[in-house]
């Protein structure tokens, strides 16, 4: 392997059988985005109608055509020795990036949540722009294996797996801890009385919500429902009103 200098204080590796035609050309460093990391080495050269021609040295070395695409098997765009390159088509390339880890610490694997509260795990990939949902599964590993047999079926050598040398490991079976439902009427105890908020509320001549927010900030429940509440707003006394009218009418 032989290294080509470009600008940037980066470098080209190439094998030796290229690097005398490619070292002939002067190459330089650059990003095809500005937001991604990856560098490549690329050239320009004007054309005869004064248009300008971009060369990269991955395309030039497997002499790829208008519709081909160049994948970097390492993800470095800087290596182009041939066996770091192959052609692909643009779903394949996509396949073969190395996306961030979702939450769920896998490849393709979303973290779901039933209706009950218990957690579940979707296995999914994307193919041509489009959500393929492989199943839901108690486990994130149960979902991961079933992720990767799919995409390498789909995909094969350009998948990205979370386990490259697959899983040996047993799946553990069983659910997560649910999440804890919040509750929409508490039940408070007073002289051995037990009432819901609705009821007490109701019992003192209070507004459910002027109730809960003195029960909120710490008001013993005797206090709480022996003092006077306050007075209503603007859209209670509104709809106090109109109901008042209403039945005035009938």
């Known amino acids: 392997m032989r290294e080509i200098p470009l600008t940037h204080g980066k470098v080209a590796i190439v094998d030796d059988a290229d690097y005398e035609y490619l070292a002939g050309y002067k190459w330089r460093a650059c990003r095809y985005r500005q937001k991604r990391e990856n560098w490549y080495a690329c050239r320009t050269e004007k054309a005869a109608d004064g248009s300008t021609i971009n060369f990269s040295i991955h395309r030039t070395v497997l002499n790829a055509g208008m519709d081909d695409v160049v994948h970097h098997v390492d993800d470095n765009g800087l290596n182009n020795v041939r066996t770091n390159l192959r052609l692909c088509t643009h779903s394949l390339n996509n396949a073969a990036k190395k996306f961030p880890v979702p939450a769920s610490g896998y490849r393709g694997v979303n973290v779901m949540r039933n209706r009950n509260g218990s957690l579940q795990y979707m ?35 350009f998948a990205v797996l979370n386990f490259p040398m697959g899983y040996g490991g047993e799946t553990p079976i069983g659910w997560a801890e649910p999440k804890p439902k919040k509750q929409k009427n508490l039940f408070t105890a007073q ?60």
């Open 191 to 250: 002289n051995g009385e037990t009432r819901c908020i609705d009821e007490w509320a109701e019992r003192a001549g209070l507004s459910r919500h002027t109730l809960s927010r003195r029960l909120k900030k710490g008001w013993p429940l005797d206090r709480a429902i022996s003092e006077a509440g306050e007075a209503p707003g603007p859209k209670q006394a509104r709809a106090e009103l109109t109901k008042a009218t209403t039945e005035e009418t009938v």
């Open 123 to 157: 296995a999914t990939c994307k193919l041509a722009n489009k959500r393929i949902v492989f199943g839901y599964y108690r486990t994130a590993i149960e979902a991961a294996v079933v992720r990767d047999v799919e995409v390498s079926r789909i995909y094969g050598e």
